[in-house]
């Protein structure tokens, strides 16, 4: 039977690298996923499109996996899971990365379409390779839909229902941003615990509101506590402040998106004293738009200092 896993806001972490050598920087990584976990975060994913997981090998996916777990259950954040991407364009493969990610300490796995041979996957393969991995699978699964990083394949309602009956695919992060598809989904897996991610820092709020779940965000790795806090007021029923949070929230969402890794590496560079490159060839902003970055974010980021961190591990005094 597959693991409870909490809904909430879950942080697809960077990756980080020595700036000379491109190497793991290890330090960093287990620092962050500690950050975000104080912060309130109900998990961490791994190696997903933020972790610039198409940039490293399965070795250093799998040590990213192990060290963001040692890193968790030193701080004493054991109950914070872990989820990690195990993306493979062959059903084989994608059965060897679970099966390493199993090995590294994750939880869950989070699969996005193959989509190398586009012309090959209608309907009916993708269904069929979902279903195969299910099957086999040692970990439970998330269905990743992603069309901007799968050639535009678009997951629909129908297919993604008829997916979640399998008992090993348990919930589906939506960062096609479509919130009626959301909702469709949401309804007919409301008796079944099935997870409705957003995956759009934007549509926090919204996707709560038609019965997700919570949230896979890159937004996390930034405004970690403006993301937890959004979540917080819609659940404890505080609606008007809800709206003016993910307002918020959704302006500097925009600041991020438009200058997706690289931004994050600046900001979390600049006011936190990490962070570091993108690995090559993927290039860091200019001196010029980090300026611009800074301005634009200043105000939120403030907002974000302003908050309290949301918890403590179990054993903190």
């Known amino acids: 039977m597959a693991p409870t896993l909490p809904g909430g806001i879950w942080a697809p972490t ?90 590294s300490g994750a939880s869950a796995v989070l699969l996005l379409t193959p989509s190398f041979f586009k012309w090959a996957m209608d309907r009916a393969a993708i269904e069929d390779y979902f279903l195969q991995v299910a099957d086999k699978s040692v970990l439970p699964i998330f269905i990743y839909n992603y069309p901007a990083a799968v050639a535009g394949i678009d997951l629909d309602s129908e297919l993604l ?79 008007e402040e809800a709206r003016v949070a993910q307002q918020q929230l959704a302006l500097a969402d925009w600041a991020l998106t438009k200058r997706a890794i690289p931004g994050f590496k600046s900001i979390l560079r600049h006011y936190y004293i990490y962070g570091g490159q993108p690995r090559s060839p993927m290039r860091a902003l200019s001196p010029e738009g980090e300026k611009e970055l800074f301005h634009e974010i200043e105000g939120f980021m403030h907002t974000e200092q302003a908050l309290s961190d949301a918890t403590q591990p179990p054993n903190a005094s």
Not at 21 to 44: F, K, P, S, W, Y
Not at 56 to 78: H, I, K, M, W, Y
Not at 217 to 234: Q, S, T
């Open 161 to 239: 229902t008829r997916l979640a009956q399998h008992a090993n695919i348990v919930g589906t992060k939506f960062t096609c941003g479509n919130i009626g598809k959301l909702a469709r989904v949401a309804s007919s897996t409301d008796s079944m615990g099935y997870h409705c991610f957003s995956g759009v820092a934007d549509a926090i709020t919204p996707a709560l509101i038609v019965g997700g779940s919570g949230a896979i965000v890159g937004a996390a790795n930034v405004f970690p506590r403006m993301c937890v806090n959004v979540y917080r007021l819609y659940k404890e029923g505080r609606l």
């Open 14 to 103: 960077q990756a980080f690298f020595d700036e000379k050598t491109e190497n793991l920087d290890l330090n960093t990584i287990a620092q962050h996923a500690v950050r975000l976990a104080r912060a309130g975060c109900a998990g961490i994913v791994t190696n997903g499109s933020n972790g610039e997981s198409v940039y490293l090998s399965p070795t250093e996916r799998a040590l990213v996996t192990r060290t963001t777990r040692d890193a968790l259950d030193t701080a004493g954040f054991q109950n914070v899971p872990v989820m990690t991407g195990a993306s493979d364009q062959s059903v084989r493969g994608t059965l060897s990365l679970i099966a390493e990610a199993r090995d």
